[in-house]
C-alpha cells in the first residue's frame, strides 16, 4: 500500500513534494512527460536572463531581426533556454503533454520593464513564475538594504502584475536572511527556493585570470540548504519554502523536509540518474511515511516542531561542550590545541 505523498507548494496542487529544478532539460516535452510519469510534482523551466530579455523586447517593439552586437553570447543563451520566443511557444505544449504544473523562471540584476514578460508568460499558460534577482554586491559601499531594495521591488512588480504565484530563489549569502524573507512575503511572494546556485569559480596555475564554470551538484551535501531552511523556517508560516541543491536521495528528501520545507527540488540528480530518479524518491518517501505510522505527507507536515532562538541557542551549547563519542576521531590529540581548534601551546 503507498502512503498519500500529495502536497501543495504555493497553492498549487502536487501529486509529489518531488520537483524537477530549473534546467534544460525542462524545455523538452518528452523528458517533462517522463518526469510526471515518474511522480514529479512540477517541473521548473529553466531561467530567462534579464539581457535576453532587454534584447527580445528591443527587436519586437522595432520589428528587426538585426543581431546584437553580442551575438556569440545571444546564441549561448539560446542553446541554454530556446530564447524568450521558444519558451512561450514551448509552454502550451509542456502544459498539454505532461499533466502537472509548470514554472517559470527569470533570472535578473535589477527590477525594471524586462519584468513585464512575467505577463507573457502568464498568458502563455505557466502555472507560477520563480524569480532570480541578485544585485551586484561587489561594491563596497553598497549597503545590505541597497542589495536587497532590487529584489524586493521586482517582487511587487511582478507579483502586482501577474496572478500566477511567485516564488522567490535566493542565494545563500543575505546577511539577515529571515527578514528578508518576511519582507519578501509582505511583497507579494508566495513560495521561497533555498537555495540558487551560482557559478564554481576557478584558478588554475599559470593562469592569473580566475575563470567560472558549472557543475553539478554533489549529492547529499545539505548543510548549507539546511542552516537556510532552519533560519527562515518560522519567518512566515504561510509562505511556502522549497529545498534546492544536493537533493539525491529519500534521506535528503526527509531531512530537508524535517529542517523545514515544504518541498524539494533536484536537478543534478535528474542528469546524473534520468527521470527514474523520481521514481525512486515517490517510493522511497513512500516507505518512510509508512514505517514511522504516517498516513500522508501532510501529516508529516503537521508533525515539524519548530524551535525557539532559545532551544537553538541551548542546541548549540549542547553540541559544543558534549564530550566525544568513544572512537571520534577528535578524541585524538591534535599537535596544537584543543579539539575545538584553540591553541594550547604556543608554536615555535
Not at 76 to 103: D, H, M, W
Not at 225 to 244: E, H, K, M, N
Not at 285 to 296: H, I, P, T, V
Request: charged content about 20%.
Amino acid at each position: 500500500m503507498h502512503q498519500d505523498v500529495t502536497t501543495r507548494y504555493m497553492g498549487l496542487p502536487l501529486r509529489s513534494p518531488i520537483l524537477v529544478g530549473a534546467c534544460p532539460l525542462t524545455l523538452k516535452p518528452e523528458m517533462v512527460r517522463e518526469v510526471a510519469i515518474a511522480g514529479a510534482g512540477a517541473a521548473v523551466m529553466p531561467s530567462l536572463m534579464e539581457e535576453q530579455v532587454i534584447r527580445w523586447l528591443s527587436r519586437r517593439r522595432s520589428d528587426t531581426q538585426d543581431h546584437p552586437p553580442e551575438a556569440e553570447l545571444w546564441q549561448s543563451e539560446n542553446a541554454y533556454n530556446g530564447g524568450v520566443e521558444s519558451c512561450l511557444k514551448t509552454i502550451p505544449r509542456l502544459k498539454r503533454q505532461c499533466g502537472i504544473p509548470i514554472i517559470a523562471s527569470l533570472n535578473g540584476g535589477q527590477d525594471g520593464d524586462w519584468l513585464s514578460v512575467a505577463g507573457e508568460l502568464e498568458l502563455a499558460g505557466v502555472d507560477a513564475i520563480e524569480l532570480i534577482i541578485n544585485a551586484n554586491t561587489s561594491d563596497p559601499t553598497c549597503t545590505a538594504e541597497q542589495a536587497e531594495r532590487p529584489l524586493l521591488d521586482a517582487v511587487r512588480r511582478v507579483t502586482q502584475m501577474v496572478s500566477v504565484p511567485v516564488a522567490v530563489k535566493l542565494l545563500p549569502f543575505y546577511s539577515t536572511l529571515p527578514n528578508l524573507v518576511f519582507r519578501l512575503s509582505e511583497a507579494g511572494a508566495r513560495g521561497i527556493v533555498l537555495f540558487g546556485r551560482e557559478p564554481i569559480w576557478e584558478i588554475s596555475d599559470g593562469d592569473l585570470v580566475p575563470a567560472l564554470h558549472w557543475q553539478l551538484s554533489s549529492p547529499g551535501l545539505l548543510q548549507t540548504t539546511l542552516s537556510g531552511l532552519i533560519r527562515v523556517r518560522g519567518s512566515d508560516p504561510s509562505l511556502s519554502i522549497a529545498a534546492s541543491g544536493g537533493i539525491a536521495t529519500t534521506l535528503d528528501v526527509v531531512h530537508a523536509v524535517i529542517g523545514g520545507a515544504d518541498v524539494t527540488m533536484l536537478t543534478s540528480e535528474v542528469y546524473r540518474s534520468g527521470p527514474d530518479v523520481i521514481a525512486h524518491l515517490v517510493e522511497g518517501l513512500s516507505g518512510y511515511l509508512q514505517r514511522n505510522g504516517f498516513d500522508s505527507y501532510r501529516d508529516l507536515l503537521a508533525s515539524r516542531q519548530k524551535q525557539t532562538p532559545k532551544q537553538d541557542r541551548r542546541a548549540k551549547m549542547k553540541t559544543m561542550l558534549a564530550p566525544p563519542e568513544p572512537g571520534d576521531p577528535v578524541d585524538a590529540k591534535p599537535p596544537h590545541g584543543d579539539r575545538w581548534g584553540h591553541l594550547t601551546t604556543p608554536t615555535p
